[in-house]
Nanobody, 125 residues
Framework: QVQLVESGGGLVQVGGSLRLSCAGS????????MAWFRQAPGKERDFVAA????????YYADSVKGRFTISRDNAKNTVYLQMNSLKPEDTAVYYC??????????????????WGQGTQVTVSS
């Protein structure tokens, strides 16, 4: 069974940076698209960023474009989310998600088969 484990969350001041990691294990395949979503208290889970199976294509929500960068290291089975210029509205639980196969990555939660447990990011002003 595939397991995804996020790490790197925490408390940071406005304008600061964090790097989230998502380590995967238990796969029986080597191609998969990945994404990050986030969920603030009382709100729906929102798309943040996605990366294709090859790593050549990336997609971002308008709210994070220019501030966040998604990347992957397939040798380490890890996907990253570098978050810069953080704002209070970035406060949420961040989840990584996986779509097995040759996906290009997209913003729909239903496209992803596996999810991590989430990591809390809190941006204080």
């Amino acid at each position: 069974q595939v397991q995804l484990v996020e790490s790197g969350g925490g408390l940071v001041q406005v304008g600061g940076s964090l790097r989230l990691s998502c380590a995967g294990s238990g796969r029986t395949y080597s191609t998969y698209a990945m994404a990050w979503f986030r969920q603030a208290p009382g709100k729906e889970r929102d798309f943040v960023a996605a990366i294709s199976w090859s790593g050549r294509s990336t997609y971002y929500a308008d709210s994070v474009k220019g501030r966040f960068t998604i990347s992957r290291d397939n040798a380490k089975n890890t996907v990253y989310l570098q978050m810069n210029s953080l704002k209070p509205e970035d406060t949420a639980v961040y989840y990584c998600a996986e779509d097995p196969g040759y996906g290009l990555g997209d913003s729909k939660p239903t496209s992803y088969d596996y999810w991590g447990q989430g990591t809390q990011v809190t941006v204080s002003s």
